[in-house]
Nanobody, 121 residues
Framework: VQLQASGGGLVQAGGSLRLSCVVSGRTFSSDAMGWFRQAPGKEREFVAAINWSGGRTYGIDFVKGRFTISRDNAKNTVYLQMNSLEPEDTAVYYC???????????????WGQGTQVTVSS
């Protein structure tokens, strides 16, 4: 099973990025997918998750209205559209797969390698 995250980069505050995560070696359409992030010196934290069909999403308060999670089961891909980025959003962003929709990292069985997002002020 491989989860390949991409789309990170350097952006100015107020800018946007779209992260992608392509899943292979697994029945993608059966899994809930989540995005987590880890800033330097901080613990990994939940950002957003989406259920297997895309009909339910769940996001942490500090990203609501700015970040949107979506998925395309035909492409085995989950996305995280990030708008109005702030320096505090700087982190390595990880995608992960779980059997059920959850905001808890321990529920996720498979993880991608992470993609760096850096927001300059």
């Amino acid at each position: 099973v491989q989860l390949q995250a991409s789309g990170g980069g350097l952006v100015q505050a107020g800018g946007s990025l779209r992260l992608s995560c392509v899943v292979s070696g697994r029945t993608f359409s059966s899994d809930a997918m989540g995005w987590f992030r880890q800033a330097p010196g901080k613990e990994r934290e939940f950002v957003a998750a989406i259920n297997w069909s895309g009909g339910r999403t769940y996001g942490i308060d500090f990203v609501k209205g700015r970040f949107t999670i979506s998925r395309d089961n035909a492409k085995n891909t989950v996305y995280l559209q990030m708008n109005s980025l702030e320096p505090e959003d700087t982190a390595v962003y990880y995608c992960a797969a779980a059997p059920v929709l959850s905001g808890q990292a321990r529920m996720y069985d498979y993880w991608g390698q992470g993609t760096q997002v850096t927001v300059s002020s």
